[in-house]
């Protein structure tokens, strides 16, 4: 599988620390052999298989990110493409899912034929009824899947391949037909796709055949050859227009049957009739209407395939709810045409494989995430396969037992249709307003948990930081066994305990947030299947919208808050920094005042240490560094989320050691101090100091940049004694002492000196023609006054 994308890379990463988690999803999953097995045994009806198609060229130019991975061919690991590792707050938003088979974009046709259909035939062979059918969003690559192309075949051709061989094999004891049919449902209308005729085709409930298309062409077919002539000639006459999401869309679903009768040529019995009926279907994409950008005609199209997938969607939900409840539960088949006619296929005597066809492409995520979903509720329908055998005796029997089972079905009906209130002005939904509103309290119930368990891990990793901090000094100054260092150790230990266990209690939070979030599509299909008439279904979706982006607003705040932690954390950074600063100068303004006073010479490498530290003050700092790591014990102090880089322009680097009487502040090691530092330091001057009313933290105030430094250094290199010459003419900035003359070149621009220390110089700029403006710059703030 080809890795694109810097997602793919976190995928990836994840993929090996996941593996024991994803093997919980896998043990649910029995055996893909055992899976052919059950179905074989009549212990399980239902296979569900994914199909991951590659990245189109298109795709790829836009976006080459794969959000999916396939692990051991069962279970897809989903990536949203919104989350970043590392954001704040943000819970883990990779999603798995565990299926009977799981192919990824290098599966062969031949591997998706083998694995999935293969085994069907000779259930049909023998009098089952079998039913394929690729669902997914469009473009997602179910025609594909089915159909083909010129040189890679799909299910369809393969499958009839296959049956042929097999009948061929058989002919000796039994006496075979094969007979197929093609149609489409294109805007709600059955079309016949090998004899088209103008009559619209009816679809009925036949009590012993099952589902039928009154009307619908059957051909007798006795070899492939013919087959794919009349696949050819139905594709041709199927609806299929290119839309933006898919240049080849098709724009119904095509449904292929393939019956097969036999009786036993040794037997004698002249009436037993074995029939087994295979039905593919390559159904419609469902697709979002801003999504693909669809008008006029394509859009009623894409609404009508949309319907009837949801219509099969409430089917498979159902039919879900009744294996659970074991029956007795509703079921819409009639709610759309697609469901009517694969009634059988889902609810009935048949065996069925859904290939769930999903696209790696970051742009659809959301249709994939559905069709993941979509396919993953489908895993849990049970239904009842049972051998079709017609027999004439068997037949009249069946049939009066059958009449009496659809009398008894018609009288509950009319009891549930009475019971449901057709009168929705007499319809109470105050019922449903007071569940809606105790599952959102519940949400935000929790919500309010999982905030107070981040703000106290917030606390804790900040305690963390500060106790280690400490422990470092001590560390540092009275050795690791100290009793200082000791006591630190513990409390730092404690801290962790701590903070890994408030990560326990958020995670199982989280886990039960997870699942009152999945409950809210299980209450909108609850309604549904009440049939609460409109508008109050209306009325109760629009509450629960509501209460959806209540529930965002409270993440929302929680962020915002978590945001205000961290800036106050970065204030307390700010004024450690500050402090410090401050501490440094006044040991170097004490040292000045005794070498001045006691006459000394200032040593050439103190010399050099003091005017280091002034060039530290100047420097701009444009790398990137990390935020103090409050999470460096604790990966997951932000749930699932990593430490974020930061812009040194932001956020300060890591405070050095404070100043002791080991370590002063001018061999202290100095870390880069970003601009903003000192630019605050200044500001926080006393009001009695002399850049008091500078104003430095104008916004406009420009940064010194590397250029400046350079011819500053040039500067220097010509000009390298300090002067105090007070010049305040030249300058309106009265209270720093102008060293030397303004010059026209700004490389010559005077110096401004402060306590006999070149802090800036003095620059002019052009307001008029003829008017100059004069300021300065000081540690690289440009401040021209008035
Ligand atoms: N497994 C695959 N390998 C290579 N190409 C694929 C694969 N699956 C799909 N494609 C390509 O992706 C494009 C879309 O596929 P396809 O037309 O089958 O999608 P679809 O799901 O049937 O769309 P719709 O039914 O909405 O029209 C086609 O160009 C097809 O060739």
Redesign the pocket.
Known sequence: MSVAGPDQTIISSRISSRRNSTRAAEENVSDNEDIVGQMQQGASNILVAV?C??L?KKEKEIDDTNLIQIIEERVVLLLDPQFKYGDKGSRAKEKQYAFDYAFD?N?LQKDIFDKTTNFLIDGVLNGYNATVF?Y??????????MLG?VNSPGLMLMTFIELFTKVEKLTLERAYKVKLSYLEIYNEVVKDLIHPTTSVLDIREDPVKGIVVAGLAELMATSPDEVIECLQLGNMRRT?EP?E???????SHAVLQITVEYKDKASGTESEIIVGKLSLI????S?RASHTKNRGIRLIEGANINRSLLALGNCINALCEATERGGKVYIPYRDSKLTRLLKDSLGGNCRTVMIA?ISPYSGSFFDTSNTLKYANRAKNIKTNLQRNVVNVSYHIAKYTAIIAQLRQEVSDLRKLLKSKNPNPAAFNNEKYQIELNTHFQDEAKIRKKIHECQQTKEELGFMLFSRQTELDRAKAKTGEDSAAARALNKEVERLKKSIEEQTQVNNTYEDVLKGLENKRDEIKSEWIRKGIPEPHLSSLQLMMQQQVLAMNSIDAQRDKNHDQVVLKQKELYIQLLMNQLRLRDNVIDIQNGIFKEENIGMKPDLKKVYSQIQSIDEITSSSIVSFPDLHMNSPSLYGRSKPKAYKSDHFLPPITQAPTAKTSALNTPHSRIPKIASKRYLSNEPKDEKFSNINLLHPKAKRLTSNDNKLKEQRSKTNSGLYEDSDSEQSSVKQVAIIGKTSDKYQKSPKVGYKGREVGHVIKKRIKPREIKYGVNIRGIENFEG
Do not use: F, I, V, W
């Open positions: 199909r198609r590659p189109t974009e599966a690729a997914g969003a469009t473009g997602a690559g179910k025609t594909y899947t192309e299929c839309t999401a898919n240049q080849t869309s098709s724009r390559d159904l419609a994409g697709e066809c």
